[in-house]
């Protein structure tokens, strides 16, 4: 394994010493971060059945929490997966975690919904008799400032997204053991996190982020049909059709990508996070105007939407 030391991540925040003391969300009660634990019958770790959100709170409001429940509700209902609890219920349960920790701002959340605790270690979802097992995270969390300059970098991976009739790249479920061997890939050529092509040889997303480029002023991202329908890259889609910045959905190659004068990542955690280089080359010249104007332009909407 390469030196760690000049490593980063897109999910680098400042420490935050409060963090050690959190309380988390297990299955309706606050317990403290020692102590708590799911049962290794557990569906969510024994086979990697269930789904996940991740969510940001600005000023008491969760950031496109509507967004964030169309994703999670579709995806469970296409896996069978019943959360027992309406969105107001998931809501409530967040409001209950933000409150015992006293947190309003600049928290991000991890919402876990597994199938529930198995009668037997074996792979059948009937086997599943008590559940869900639902638990949240919440952490104080801010995004380390040191990733808008420096910015990440990436290099192409073996690893490749999935057709849809094998495990929908679509699924944010607890298996991401796709995106973490991508992520190991990346990390033994030196790099902080893979992009991925799709089975067509197209440049497609990161192993954890949506991935755009920009070029003569155009905001490129892929075709949408192998990446997570990140809810941060609809976003800056919708951003950029607002305010007159030309922007596609399409098939493009890493002749594309090399080539282009910026390119950035989208997700709720970091927003938008620059890419510095994608195989040891260098992307533009470093000068990232659109990328800081959507940027902008996503502040601003959170801030409208959490008001
Ligand atoms: C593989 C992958 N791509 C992209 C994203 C970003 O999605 P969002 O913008 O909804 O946070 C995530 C986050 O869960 C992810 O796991």
Redesign the pocket.
């Known amino acids: 394994m390469p030196d760690q030391t000049d490593r980063h991540t897109t999910h680098d925040a400042e420490d935050d010493p409060r963090n050690r003391d959190i309380l988390i969300y297990v299955d309706g009660k606050l317990k403290p971060r020692a102590e708590a634990t799911v049962s290794v019958y557990d569906s969510g770790f024994m086979l990697g059945d269930g789904m ?4 940001r709170l600005y000023d008491g409001t969760w950031a ?1 929490f509507d ?2 429940m169309d ?1 999670l509700f579709d995806s469970c209902k296409a896996v069978s997966l019943d959360i027992g609890m309406d969105r107001q219920g998931v809501l409530d349960a967040l409001t209950m975690t933000a409150e015992a920790n006293g947190m309003t701002t600049d928290v991000h959340c991890r919402l876990m919904i597994t199938r529930g605790v198995k009668v037997k270690p074996f792979q059948h979802p009937s086997l599943s008799r008590s559940g869900p097992t639902i638990v949240i995270i919440m952490e104080h969390s801010r995004p380390v400032d040191a990733l808008q300059s420096r910015g990440i970098r990436l290099a192409t991976v073996p690893q490749v997204r999935g057709l849809p009739m094998s495990q929908d ?1 679509k699924f ?1 479920s607890h298996s ?1 053991l796709n ?1 973490v061997i991508a992520c190991l890939q990346a990390e033994e050529a030196g790099a902080d996190e893979g992009l991925m092509l799709d089975p067509h040889g197209f440049v497609n ?6 991935f755009f480029i920009v070029r003569k002023g155009e905001v490129w991202t892929s075709s949408g049909d192998y ?9 800056v889609i919708d951003l950029c059709r607002e305010n007159g910045i030309p922007v596609f959905e399409k098939n493009y190659s890493l002749y594309e990508a090399y080539g282009a004068d910026e390119a950035f990542l ?4 970091g927003a938008q996070t620059p890419v510095a280089e994608i195989d040891g080359k260098s992307i533009g010249t470093g000068e990232r105007p659109v990328t800081a104007r959507i940027r902008e332009l996503y502040k601003e909407l959170v801030a409208r939407e959490t008001a």
Do not use: D
Not at 52 to 55: A, C, D, L, Q
Not at 227 to 235: A, E, H, I, L
């Open positions: 996940w959100e991740g969510m496109f967004e964030h994703r790249p944010n991401k995106c997303t990161t192993n954890a982020c949506n990446c997570m329908n990140g809810v941060t890259r609809q976003k989208t997700g709720t955690f």
